[in-house]
């Protein structure tokens, strides 16, 4: 069985702050990891992945996010706070390969950037 | 490039009442996903379309819920009768083969 752990249902950061929100994974084999994020009245939207290679991987909107086996975590990062950053934000997992598709996410960290 | 599509965006409608879900993939995506967040929980996985196939149902909660993608384009998921714990966002998304999946915007259904 899969799962993801935000251990943080609310993150509040300063404006111009660096932030992190934090996920950890279980799964079984190597992982695929997502981060999505939801702003108010729209849908899930894609922000990065980690499939193989560099364990930092660079998505939309300068946020990033490291890719640690050892502790099995995907923390989202981003160096500078921006106020359009407040959002919901979801952190999900699968398995590798065909077949595994489905994805488990974890219960969602609601990111508030205070101006 | 169109996103995923989803109707309506909102439905509120009584115990016992019938409601159809739709969703409208990205053109060319064979996989196809309907996942569920109920109130301040997790998104939860309902079931995977590979084009008109089932290619994973475990999700999917009791047999009030019927999902279908006949000929493997858009996709409906009637709930029939709705039961008041039914009550949450319907998420359906897409992907290409082994890439992210995008999302729609979800239906938020509220059962009363």
């Known amino acids: 069985a899969q799962s993801v752990a935000q251990p943080e249902d609310q993150v509040n950061v300063a404006e111009g702050n660096p932030l992190t929100v934090k996920c950890t994974y279980s799964?079984?084999?190597?992982?695929?990891l997502f981060w999505y994020v939801q702003y108010p009245n729209r849908g899930l939207q894609f922000l990065l992945k980690y499939i193989t290679g560099d364990n930092l991987v660079k998505g939309s909107y300068g946020f990033e996010a490291e890719f640690n086996k050892s502790q099995t975590s995907f923390h989202l990062k981003k160096p500078s706070a921006l106020v359009s950053d407040s959002a919901l934000y979801f952190c999900a997992v699968r398995a590798f390969g065909f077949g595994n598709e489905k994805l488990t996410f974890g219960t969602g960290t609601r990111l508030t950037i205070i101006p | 490039e169109a996103g995923v599509t989803q109707f309506p965006s909102h439905s509120v409608i009584e115990k016992g009442q019938t409601v159809t879900l739709r969703c409208d993939p990205i053109s060319g995506h064979d996989n196809l996903y309907w996942y569920r967040r109920v109130m301040g929980k997790e998104i939860k996985f309902l079931l995977h379309f590979v084009k008109e196939s089932k290619q994973d149902e475990s999700g999917m909660p009791n047999n009030r819920f019927l999902a279908e993608r006949t000929g493997g384009t858009y996709s409906t998921l009637k709930v029939q009768p709705a039961e008041l714990e039914d009550s949450g966002v319907y998420f359906c998304?897409?992907?290409?083969?082994?890439?992210?999946?995008?999302f729609g915007q979800g239906t938020r259904l509220t059962v009363v």
């Open positions: 998304a897409s992907s290409q083969e082994s890439t992210e999946a995008f």
């Open positions: 799964v079984s084999g190597n992982p695929y």
